[in-house]
């Protein structure tokens, strides 16, 4: 996988960038919470839980992982909600990808596919979905046929996402969109 900087931690951006359900949990914590805190969400998950693998999130008793996501710091403003996200995402990725989640892309026949895959993962609707296929091909470079159709704007050049991170300077970038965004849309 890539070196990806999007927690702005290295030891959370070094967990993003060699453990694919980390980065899709990253993704999935993405919601209501600064962007580079949801993707360090992982890190902390490991460092309490003591791994990431999906088929062992997935296996934990409810209550005791959603203490450990909720423990401050919590991975999630909405810890307990979303540890309950983060297992259900786990089991689907146990059951229709062999607990392997870099299959949801590496797998993929086209964008369409890729976009699919991705949809159907719980806690990840189209405009996730579509900044999610966008992360894959932008930042780690698998670009099925039509990608560029399925995510829209995100696949543009520019600081729209997620995908766009690559450093501190970028970031900052996508924020000042996300805020121009936000502004125009209250102006109607």
Known sequence: MANLQIAQDPAADELLSTDAFALLTGMLLDQQFPME????????????????????IAAAEPEA??????????IHRYGRSM???????????????????????????????????VRAL????????????ALVAKQLGIRPPGWTKVVGDY????????????????????????KAAKAAAKQG
């Open 37 to 56: 805190r949801a993707f360090a969400g992982p890190a902390k998950i490991r460092d309490r839980f003591g791994t990431m693998d999906p088929a062992a």
């Open 65 to 74: 992982f959603a203490d450990l996501c909720a423990t401050p710091p919590a």
């Open 83 to 117: 540890a309950g996200r983060v297992q259900a995402l786990a089991q689907v990725v146990v059951d229709d990808y062999d607990g392997s989640a870099e299959r949801i892309w590496t797998e993929a026949a086209s964008g369409a596919d890729l976009f699919a895959r």
């Open 122 to 133: 719980p806690g990840f609707g189209d405009q996730k979905a579509k900044i999610f296929t």
């Open 155 to 178: 696949g543009k050049v520019g600081y729209r996402s997620v995908a766009d991170v690559i450093d501190p300077e970028s970031l900052q970038k996508v924020r000042e969109f996300k």
